[in-house]
């Protein structure tokens, strides 16, 4: 069973930083793109970050120069590092595991909260 697990929200004051984990389980292949999104009240659910299997990576305009999601040497493990946060920023973050393009199915976690305020 394929599982996608966040972790690393909370509060930081503007201009802080933060990390946010996800770890996908039950798959032992490299055929996936990992990625975040978010959402904030009112807002559609947006992207903020993707990552390949090979280590391909993909950004929202908004957070360029900001933000950086990379690998770990666990499998299936990836980070969201979060710099010069903005109040903008605030959302609940989303770690999704997207297989669509292999035909093995698409698996979001539970969301984690983002909130950015002094």
């Known amino acids: 069973q394929v599982q996608v697990v966040e972790s690393g929200g909370g509060l930081v004051q503007p201009g802080g930083s933060l990390r946010l984990s996800c770890a996908a389980s039950g798959i032992t292949d490299n055929m996936w793109v990992m990625g975040w999104y978010r959402q904030a009240p009112g807002k559609l659910r947006e992207l903020v970050a993707t990552i390949t299997a090979p280590g391909s990576t993909r950004y929202a305009d908004s957070v360029k120069d900001r933000f950086t999601i990379h690998r770990d040497s666990a499998p299936n493990t990836v980070y969201l590092q979060m710099s010069a946060l903005r109040p903008e920023d605030t959302a609940v973050y989303y770690c999704?595991?997207?297989?669509?393009?292999?035909?093995?199915?698409?698996?979001w976690g539970q969301g984690t909260q983002v909130t950015v305020s002094s």
């Open positions: 999704r595991l997207d297989r669509r393009p292999w035909a093995l199915g698409d698996y």
